[in-house]
T-cell receptor, first 114, second 114 residues
Framework: DSGVTQTPKHLITATGQRVTLRCSPR?????VYWYQQSLDQGLQFLIQ???????AKGNILERFSAQQFPDLHSELNLSSLELGDSALYFC?????????????FGPGTRLTVL | AQSVTQLGSHVSVSEGALVLLRCNYS??????LFWYVQYPNQGLQLLLK??????LVKGINGFEAEFKKSETSFHLTKPSAHMSDAAEYFC????????????FGQGTTLQVKP
């Protein structure tokens, strides 16, 4: 158990819908990262937050948005869903926002868009 | 810009044989390098990391990796494979800047035959 929790574990929805994925980092970790894992794209970095502020952005679509709240949990919002958004979405956390620190990964949320 | 290439999407070894998973990186800044393992239907677990302290890095479960700057490589090895090592392995790089975002390779699936 990494200490990072993600809900829900599975999500099945239809095209055009909007969903919210939730992540709680390990106790004491200030930085949260979101990654997308799909068969064709592999593991892709989406976005990073540090202590409530956006720190870095990767290959995140404009239909996707995220935020980190004062209690440090984070939410990833996916809207106008398309079939291609079906993937495993991981949240990770680290003590600082810097590259030297290891990231601890949650179990992921598997999103299926029908 | 940073990138990671893992040579061989599938590697098959016999139980007790040497495991060698290859990773080459590209980075314009001194890299931090990581190996993660993913078991079926689980999140990623850190095996080991290189942060410039020592070029030979020992990790969990008997794995180790050697950082070779001249070859821009960070190959993962284990002297004797166990059935429980069957999983997907990811090499990742981050930089020394203000973000810890991980750039992952495409992954290598390790099969261990009895």
């Amino acid at each position: 158990d990494s200490g990072v929790t993600q809900t829900p574990k599975h999500l099945i929805t239809a095209t055009g819908q909007r969903v919210t994925l939730r992540c709680s980092p390990r106790s004491g970790d200030l930085s949260v990262y979101w990654y997308q894992q799909s068969l064709d794209q592999g593991l892709q970095f989406l976005i990073q937050y540090y202590n409530g502020e956006e720190r870095a952005k990767g290959n995140i679509l404009e239909r996707f948005s995220a935020q980190q709240f004062p209690d440090l949990h984070s939410e990833l919002n996916l809207s106008s869903l398309e079939l291609g958004d079906s993937a495993l979405y991981f949240c990770a956390s680290s003590v600082s926002g810097q590259g030297v620190n290891e990231q601890f990964f949650g179990p992921g949320t598997r999103l299926t868009v029908l | 810009a940073q990138s990671v290439t893992q040579l061989g999407s599938h590697v098959s070894v016999s139980e007790g044989a040497l495991v060698l998973l290859r990773c080459n990186y590209s980075s314009s800044v001194p890299p931090y390098l990581f190996w993660y393992v993913q078991y079926p239907n689980q999140g990623l677990q850190l095996l080991l990391k290189y942060t410039s302290a020592a070029t030979l890095v020992k990790g969990i479960n008997g794995f180790e990796a050697e950082f070779k700057k001249s070859e821009t490589s960070f190959h993962l090895t284990k002297p004797s494979a166990h059935m429980s090592d069957a999983a997907e392995y990811f090499c990742a790089v981050s930089g020394s800047g203000n973000t810890g975002k991980l750039i992952f390779g495409q992954g290598t699936t390790l099969q261990v035959k009895p």
